[in-house]
């Protein structure tokens, strides 16, 4: 990242979100919620992978390192998983990735993992609004 | 315990069980030892055994790999739980090696060492375990110090010396009982406690010290990778200059990859030329599979790696 970047977020100026949406659920639930016109902030940079399980957590923690202010992995529902099982690996990981970051001192509020299925067009927008906001009244990740 | 170490290696020796041996020599000075593979009978009068034999063996184990024939191996209860990990993990198989247990009675601390007798490490001629003390030499004389002051951190809380079958043990391995007069976990929970703010300043300081020498990956049991995360061109995951952003990856994508596998041989906080608290990170990691997974690593060969499987009931409150 240029470090001009780096000097966004908190403090009433723009957060950068990255987040990794599944393609069977979550991705199809941004689409609906496109479609829909749904209002929601611009502030995510979606990146569509096959499965949430498909996001190693290296790519949370460098996302973080590097200067990103939040990171929101959105998967199926538990149990609803295009791969059988792919989200219920993402759900541990998620479980002992957070515990990791609280104890390095990283807002828990940073890293999100969200259940959102193809259909829950509007829940997807109301995560994003959601953490949005959250990350808007932490200060700059790495200023 | 040093003859019989000898007598049984001479023995395996002449069996032609063995190729050689792995086991702790004297190093460049009398207050150093260092691990040596030794062959023949004159190699096998080097081995020794003494409280300051740290180094976790262990993971020279993986290069009989390569062998036709078994290797020999000296282990401590506390790092044999490294290798039940390897075999876990399969890296090697139990037929390569052999296994000898030492019954360790406790390790010496050399930064504790400096620091109770106040000479520096140079000075001191050798260290003997005398029960419920050490009997260090310093020059012409020999001082009694208690344990309590040298152990290092990690024999405080020695246990499961007896998770893995030997091949044949030195004596009877029985875990050290020391009274340590604070939890396991207790510098974890100090840090947990702070609040947010001075836990990031503090592990950022601690991050930005990192020169990045990767002596803790090298030294690490299970950085068996032959080409590491870290080393990948395709794609990059690090930037080569020791800055702080990098540094944080580096260690984070350390903790993750021990996640549930480190099994608190405290070897990478002993090698860090920067004097990091690397344990304290990585015990944080034990205590999380623990309470977390039930999990704890080392113990038992028909379990499966915490990250690597999940259960249906696993918690989701903050999902």
């Given at each position: 990242?240029?470090?001009?970047?780096?000097?966004?977020?908190?403090?009433?100026?723009?957060?950068?979100?990255?987040?990794?949406?599944?393609?069977?659920?979550?991705?199809?639930?941004?689409?609906?919620?496109?479609?829909?016109?749904?209002?929601?902030p611009?502030?995510?940079?979606?990146?569509?992978?096959m499965?949430?399980?498909?996001?190693?957590?290296?790519?949370?923690i460098?996302?973080?390192?590097?200067?990103?202010?939040?990171?929101?992995?959105?998967?199926?529902?538990?149990?609803?998983?295009?791969?059988?099982?792919?989200?219920?690996?993402t759900?541990r990981?998620?479980?002992?990735?957070?515990g990791?970051?609280?104890?390095?001192?990283?807002?828990?509020?940073?890293f999100?993992?969200?259940?959102?299925?193809?259909?829950?067009?509007?829940?997807?927008a109301e995560?994003?609004?959601?953490?949005?906001?959250?990350?808007?009244?932490?200060?700059?990740?790495?200023? | 315990?040093?003859?019989k170490?000898?007598?049984i290696?001479?023995?395996?020796?002449?069996?032609?069980?063995?190729?050689?041996?792995?086991?702790?020599?004297?190093?460049a000075?009398?207050?150093?030892?260092?691990?040596?593979f030794?062959?023949?009978?004159?190699?096998?009068?080097?081995?020794?055994?003494?409280?300051?034999?740290?180094?976790?063996?262990?993971?020279?184990?993986?290069?009989?790999?390569?062998l036709?024939?078994?290797?020999?191996l000296?282990?401590?209860?506390?790092?044999?739980?490294?290798?039940?990990?390897l075999l876990?993990?399969r890296?090697?198989?139990?037929?390569k090696?052999?296994?000898?247990?030492?019954p360790?009675?406790?390790?010496?601390?050399?930064?504790?060492?400096?620091?109770?007798?106040?000479?520096?490490?140079?000075?001191?001629?050798?260290?003997?375990?005398?029960?419920?003390?050490?009997?260090?030499?310093?020059?012409?004389?020999?001082?009694?110090?208690?344990k309590?002051?040298?152990?290092?951190?990690?024999?405080?809380?020695?246990?499961?010396?007896?998770?893995?079958?030997?091949?044949?043990?030195?004596?009877?391995?029985?875990?050290?009982?020391?009274?340590?007069?604070?939890?396991?976990?207790?510098?974890?929970?100090?840090?947990?406690?702070?609040?947010?703010?001075?836990r990031?300043?503090?592990w950022?300081?601690?991050?930005?010290?990192?020169?990045?020498?990767?002596?803790?990956?090298?030294?690490?049991?299970?950085?068996?990778?032959?080409?590491?995360?870290?080393?990948?061109?395709?794609?990059?995951?690090l930037?080569?200059?020791?800055?702080?952003?990098?540094?944080?990856?580096?260690?984070?994508?350390?903790?993750?990859?021990?996640?549930?596998?480190?099994?608190?041989?405290?070897?990478?906080?002993?090698?860090?030329?920067?004097?990091?608290?690397?344990?304290?990170?990585?015990?944080?990691?034990?205590?999380?599979?623990?309470?977390?997974?039930?999990?704890?690593?080392?113990?038992?060969?028909?379990?499966?790696?915490?990250?690597?499987?999940?259960?249906?009931?696993?918690?989701?409150?903050?999902?």
């Amino acid at each position: 990242m240029a470090p001009e970047d780096n000097e966004r977020g908190g403090d009433g100026s723009e957060p950068k979100i990255l987040v990794f949406a599944c393609n069977w659920c979550a991705y199809a639930g941004a689409d609906l919620a496109g479609v829909s016109r749904l209002q929601m902030p611009s502030n995510c940079r979606v990146i569509r992978v096959m499965c949430s399980a498909r996001v190693k957590p290296e790519f949370v923690i460098t996302a973080l390192s590097k200067g990103l202010d939040g990171v929101l992995i959105l998967g199926c529902h538990p149990g609803d998983c295009h791969y059988s099982e792919g989200n219920y690996f993402t759900r541990r990981r998620g479980l002992f990735l957070r515990g990791l970051l609280e104890y390095l001192g990283i807002e828990p509020e940073r890293f999100q993992v969200k259940w959102v299925s193809a259909s829950e067009g509007a829940k997807f927008a109301e995560i994003v609004k959601e953490v949005t906001e959250k990350i808007k009244a932490l200060s700059a990740n790495r200023p | 315990m040093q003859d019989k170490l000898r007598d049984i290696v001479n023995k395996l020796q002449a069996e032609g069980a063995i190729e050689y041996f792995i086991g702790y020599c004297p190093g460049a000075g009398p207050h150093l030892v260092v691990p040596c593979f030794v062959a023949g009978e004159d190699e096998v009068e080097r081995l020794v055994w003494n409280p300051l034999c740290l180094h976790n063996l262990s993971k020279y184990i993986l290069q009989a790999r390569d062998l036709e024939g078994k290797v020999g191996l000296l282990v401590k209860g506390c790092d044999a739980r490294a290798i039940v990990e390897l075999l876990k993990q399969r890296q090697i198989e139990r037929e390569k090696m052999v296994v000898i247990g030492v019954p360790c009675q406790g390790q010496v601390d050399p930064a504790k060492l400096e620091k109770v007798l106040g000479v520096p490490m140079e000075k001191v001629k050798g260290v003997e375990d005398a029960g419920d003390a050490f009997l260090v030499s310093v020059g012409e004389e020999k001082q009694k110090v208690p344990k309590e002051q040298l152990l290092r951190e990690k024999c405080f809380y020695c246990k499961h010396p007896t998770s893995f079958e030997y091949d044949s043990t030195l004596g009877e391995m029985i875990p050290l009982s020391m009274d340590a007069d604070r939890g396991e976990f207790a510098l974890v929970e100090e840090l947990e406690q702070l609040p947010l703010e001075e836990r990031r300043a503090f592990w950022q300081k601690q991050f930005a010290r990192c020169i990045r020498c990767n002596a803790c990956r090298e030294v690490c049991y299970a950085c068996y990778c032959t080409e590491c995360i870290f080393d990948k061109k395709t794609p990059r995951w690090l930037d080569k200059p020791p800055l702080l952003p990098e540094n944080e990856i580096y260690h984070l994508i350390r903790v993750l990859h021990l996640a549930g596998r480190c099994i608190d041989c405290g070897e990478c906080e002993r090698v860090c030329p920067m004097r990091i608290p690397l344990s304290r990170l990585y015990k944080k990691v034990q205590k999380d599979v623990a309470e977390l997974f039930n999990y704890e690593a080392g113990m038992e060969l028909d379990e499966v790696l915490p990250l690597v499987t999940f259960e249906l009931d696993d918690q989701d409150s903050f999902m």
